[in-house]
């Protein structure tokens, strides 16, 4: 069987080709084509296919990443959205948390985005529900007609109903929705309890209406893209990939676009816990750095974490997504001196990719990251980006020198400082993820991929401990690698609170049971024209509750069977739960528990796909890879290094640094004293030298 | 202090030079050390007002006690001074008492942990943090008792003990608190919190220390001082002029009938040194609106202040407190005498940032900002339920941000750093209460060219007899504007009874009885504007109409817009601007509203309240001198 997993960047779009009978893989990198992704798509796919000589009618199963939704938010070209509130209520998006960032006086600079939903297309429906799910007021029909016809009058394009507690009873929501679809029956309309039905009012509408404010823009590319494939490839199955690493099939991805958020960096994630699997190493770091921005994740058996929440810009909302930290560095990012400080910072302006780093020769001046890593040798001239660029080492040398004026340092000691400051930044991540959860990064392998992962890669390990560390071959094309690996996800949740010691586990198995079923539900779109024929015998559930001491705000997420649950056996449950809040706290509380979420999570069926394990010996040896000679400054010297060809290089062999190590996509610097073993999965492993 | 401080390494530490990359790398580590203080507590602590709200703040500090990364600045100095005894390696130190520490806390309220760091047996740096409890005792529930007239009123005061002594946890102190909180698990949880974020903090410097080497890591504290002193005092230089300026603010009364109280402040340069000095400020309140204003952390409040605009990249710390020289009379109403009662401090301590903006931007009009929503007003709701439970809402609220010189004020948000309004939903499921109303109110920012940011209208629906009290200001003198602009709407708090009658409460009182079905109508108070409303852009207020920000008749005469059929009469809008403009007086560099006669003589019309008798001070007078 062919499977394509694909990959859209905000630069290349990167396309893997997997036949899954013979295990081989075959990758393209084509430009991205912002104004409509599919044509980046199609592109990359009729290369790959052409590499590989496959007919592209034979492909079966393509799998995606992209982060339409996620641009629709931070370029503000969502929907017009149209908002309906509790009396009351109709600046729950403008008030928002009340929150402020910055310290103190943070106030003075702090520039506020405007709603999703702006207050002039955000109506009141008088009604009113308790906290326990009693009506307190019914609602008023004749009113709320009136307003919904003001309302369509202004043209919307879509429609979001959230009113306060309908997580406990949605029958207004659902009510007002019907008289929507009268007034006006070409707008869609999304309501609350559906989307997620949780405690908390703002994060309950934000994240309906970046639903509805996305999905638009997300309906359009999907069936642009199931268009094209279904006359290209015989209508071959498509998914999406979530931000919480599964996939979503294409018509619940439509519906549910504001789980794609962080569709992007979910990719690479995934394709780390797969490679990781394939070498044998469940216990990884993932550190993806690219131009702009670098995310980080923990990886622990295989698995990454689950946070509840994604934030896009200035968004956030209550979607799961894998625990990726994000940090606004990158090979891009921007070093300057403060006239007023003296000091060195980095970022946060970046060059982009227009006009870029200065070596780049498209007109960059700034000296960015990437220029540092060309002064100090590490990012060799000859090295071409993504096949055609060239790289010009005294425009990033001119560029650095600014720094080094400004500080009185060599320019080489200002370009390791660049470097030194940004690998700093990216440690903080790194620590996020580890020791602020409980986990010693000495535990744990880092993977470094992106396009400049691999560069900081050695440096990163020194500061984390995290050997070896692995670069996986195709560093830069990763999130294709996870696309295609990945398995079919769903999950659904509700708000109950209840204190455990009053907990009823028949009801809570039942509700769970519930949820399980929506959850199936959502992941087949049973019932809608929709549907999508899945055999869900090879359907597998998992159930988590979140949990908090009563009085605490925030929750933890502890995975339960639905056994113990039924059974009424809280005990290990209430362990658990203390056991994580001791990691994560260092303290437990001799108090109280409460349920407050339930949730349901539905997989489909685990990957099939495999890196074949090349484990004979090479003929070739490790100085047949060798390109040429050349130098890299570190720790303030000067050292002699070489260059190798990464695809020269074989299982078995051992790179010693001082080397670079180049691919088509991506750079690999070792340093002095380290070396760097091909391993049988062709994976790079970075340590110190024994 | 460090006499006090016992080592069983008695070597010095090295003065290295630290190269300038690695200053920067262990910058970035204590920022990130701090935030996870921060994250540590916020997630653990059990009562809203932490939890949510943020009311909690970490720092660590160099040897000698100077704050090197935190908020409010150090007061390790100030304490040590105080502190009778030596500490040693695992002791933590704990107190709430604002006069056995200098105020580096300034109500009881908040719990202060002070942790010496140390390493081999020497004295590497110290950790603090400090957490706002939500109950400890006293004569009103959340033991912030308006119209308390001594701190012994204010709930339990612990002077400076040591809570862990040699890693040893005193596990008989901190019975003793809880035992006489009326929420002793929200305080146990809380109190665990503030703890751990030490801890934290501790680990985190040692392992900095490891990794570096204990001299660079010594060094670098010590560099990073310097560099923020040498950034401040060049904005020093550019900043305040040697003139002598001045500005005068108001505490609206002090809930025992008498106001306003007039806080001054005098600022000027003497070479390198700047100078402010609070005298002329009204002596210290017989009411519990007395702050112990620590010298060290007002100058921390003014770095922040002047940096925040340049590099706010800088990490804040203490290193410029030399070039800062700060004068506070004793006895006044900011360095108050014990026992006089403190527990509602935080109107002063908000005011002084409106008096600090005032003060900075008078030689600065370009960065002048409107009055601020100088103050955190508080909400509190508390009794027994249907079933015999004890129950106790402890809030802090929001209003309008002033108009800042890059644009509006956000609407109904927090001036204080990390705080986050609590959710409407989970009040609900948590309290005998339904929130009716949560929005702002419409015309509360003050108009200008940029707008201020309005004032929440929170409508609270009572479910049971209670008490409530309520905690705020700036009812009587107006959140001022600027360069041309007009000031904030006031704050008021209205009462509809079940019945259908309605009473305007004081923006201060203690245990009001409310009963089930009652509303109470918690109206915060709106950011001053900045600029002429009249050279706001029409595009940009019909904007704000549209959104029911500003409403049709403002728009039209104060903006001087005319909209018509939802779209600007570019024409007429002309024509009547032109029209206000020629009607205008000079524009004032502050709009305070009325004169202080007048407020005083339109009071009960004006606010259904009658107006605060002027403060008596006879007595205080003689207690000053």
Known sequence: MFKVGVDVGGTFTDVLLVDTKSSSFFTSKVPSTPEDSSQGVLNGIKKACELANVDMADIEVITHGTTVATNAILTGKGAKVGLVTTKGYGQVLQIARSYVPGGLGGWLYYQKTPPLAPLEFTIEADERMGADGEVVRGLDEAALRTSLEGLKNKNIEALTICLINSFSNDAHEKRIREIASEVMPDIPASISSEVIPELQEYERTVTTVANSY????????????????????????????????????????????????????????????????????????????????????????????????????????????????????????????????????????????????????????????????????????????????????????????????????????????????????????????????????????????????????????????????????????????????????????????????????????????????????????????????????????????????????????????????????????????????????????????????????????????????????????????????????????????????????????????????????????????????????????????? | MHEKILETNPTPYNRLEVDPITLDIIENALRNTREQMDATLFRTAMSPGIREQGDAFPMIANVDGKMVVGQFGSFIHGFMEAFEGTIEEGDMIFTNDPYSCGGAVSHLNDYLVIKPVYKDGRHLCWAAHFGHMTDIGGRAPGSLPNEAREIFEEGVAVPPVKVFRKGELQDDIIKIVLRNSRMPHWNEGDFKGVIAACNIAERRCIEMAERFGDDVFYSALDELLERNC?????????????????????????????????????????????????????????????????????????????????????????????????????????????????????????????????????????????????????????????????????????????????????????????????????????????????????DSGGAGYHRGGNGIRMGYRFLEDGEISIHDDRWLTYPWGVNGANPGLRSTKELVRATGETEMLPSKCDRFEVKSGDILYFNTWGGGGVGDPLTREAERVLQDVHSGLVSPEAAHDIYGVVIADGAVDEAATEALRAEKAADKSEAKLFNFGDELEELRANCLAETGLEPPAAPDFSKSRLAAE
């Open chain 1, 214 to 690: 996305v999905r638009p823009e997300v309906e359009k590319y999907i069936s642009n893209l199931e268009a094209e494939f279904s006359e290209k490839m015989n209508g071959a199955s498509l998914s999406i990939l979530r931000s919480d690493g599964g996939l979503a099939t294409a018509p619940s991805a439509a519906n549910f676009p504001v789980n794609l958020l962080m569709s992007g960096p979910a990719g690479g994630v995934s394709g780390a816990i797969w490679v990781g699997e394939q070498a044998g190493i469940n216990n990884v770091i993932t550190f993806d750095m690219g131009g702009t921005s670098t995310d980080v994740a923990l990886i622990e058996n295989g698995q990454a974490l689950v946070r509840r929440e994604t934030t896009v810009g200035d968004v956030t909302v209550r979607a799961s997504a894998l625990d990726v930290r994000s940090i606004g560095a990158g090979g891009g990012s921007i070093a300057h001196v403060p006239e007023l400080t003296k000091a060195l910072r980095v970022g946060p302006e970046s060059a982009g990719a227009v006009p870029g780093p200065a070596a780049y020769d498209k007109g960059g001046e700034n000296p960015t990251v990437t220029d540092a890593n060309v002064v100090l040798g590490y990012l060799p001239e000859n090295q071409k980006l993504g096949g055609d660029m060239n790289i010009r080492k005294d425009l990033a040398e001119k560029a650095v020198q600014k720094v080094a004026d400004a500080l009185g340092l060599t320019v080489n000691e200002a370009a390791e400082g660049i470097v030194k400051i940004v690998n700093e930044r990216m440690f903080g991540a790194v620590r996020l993820v580890s020791i602020e959860k409980g986990y010693d990064p000495r535990d744990f392998s880092l993977m470094a991929f992106g396009g400049a992962g691999p560069l900081h890669a050695n440096a990163l390990g020194e500061l984390t401990q995290s050997w070896p560390v692995i670069v996986p071959p195709g560093p830069g094309i990763l999130c294709a690698y996870g696309d295609a690996t990945t398995r079919l996800r769903n999950e659904a949740s509700k708000t109950i609170i209840v204190n455990m010691k009053n907990a009823d586990g028949s009801k809570l198995s039942e509700d769970l049971g519930e949820l399980a079923k929506s959850a199936g539900d959502g992941l087949t779109m049973s019932g809608s024209n929709d549907a999508v024929n899945l055999d869900t015998k090879t359907l597998e559930y998992r159930y988590e509750i979140d949990i908090r001491y009563s009085g605490q705000g925030l929750v933890l997420t502890v995975p339960v069977s639905l056994d113990d649950i039924k059974a009424g056996k809280f005990d290990t449950v209430a362990q658990d739960f203390d056991e994580m809040h001791e990691q994560l706290f260092t303290f437990r509380l001799d108090a109280e528990k409460e349920f407050v979420n339930l949730r349901a999570i539905v997989l489909g069926p685990p990957s099939d796909v495999e890196l074949s394990d090349s484990g004979e010996a090479s003929s070739g040896t490790v100085e047949d890879a060798a390109i040429m000679d050349h130098e890299i400054f570190h720790n303030g010297e000067l050292h002699k290094a070489k260059v190798y060809d990464r695809a020269k290089l074989d299982p078995g062999h051992i790179v010693n640094g001082p080397a670079v190590i180049t691919e088509m996509d991506s750079t690999t610097v070792v340093f002095p004293g380290h070396e760097a073993k091909v391993d049988s999965r062709r994976n790079l492993l970075l340590s110190p030298k024994s």
């Open chain 2, 230 to 442: 040498r950034a401040m005092q060049k904005l020093i230089l550019e900043t305040v002029p040697e003139e002598v300026q001045t500005f005068e603010d108001y505490i609206c009364d002090d809930a025992l009938g008498s106001g306003p109280y007039k806080i001054k402040c005098s600022m000027w340069r003497e070479g390198e040194k700047v100078i402010f000095d609070f005298d002329g400020t009204d002596p210290q309140s017989p009411g519990s609106i007395n702050f112990l204003l620590n010298e060290e952390m007002f100058k921390m409040f003014c770095g922040t202040f002047m940096i925040s605009a340049f590099d706010p990249q800088i990490l804040f710390n203490d290193g410029f407190y030399d070039y800062m020289d700060v004068r506070i009379p004793e006895g006044s109403l900011l360095k108050p005498r014990r026992p006089a009662a403190l527990s509602c401090r935080t109107h002063a301590l908000g005011r002084i940032f409106d008096v600090l903006s005032g003060l900075l931007g008078q030689g600065n009009p370009d960065f002048l900002c409107g009055a601020g929503f100088s103050d955190s007003p508080h909400f509190m709701y508390s009794g027994y339920d249907k079933n015999g439970e004890w129950y106790q809402l402890y809030q802090i609220g929001f209003g309008g941000i002033p108009a800042r010189p890059i644009g509006d004020g956000p609407d109904g948000h927090s001036l204080w750093p990390g705080f986050k309004n609590v959710p409407n939903e989970f009040l609900e499921a948590y309290f005998p209460l339904r929130i009716e109303t949560y929005e702002s109110i419409t």
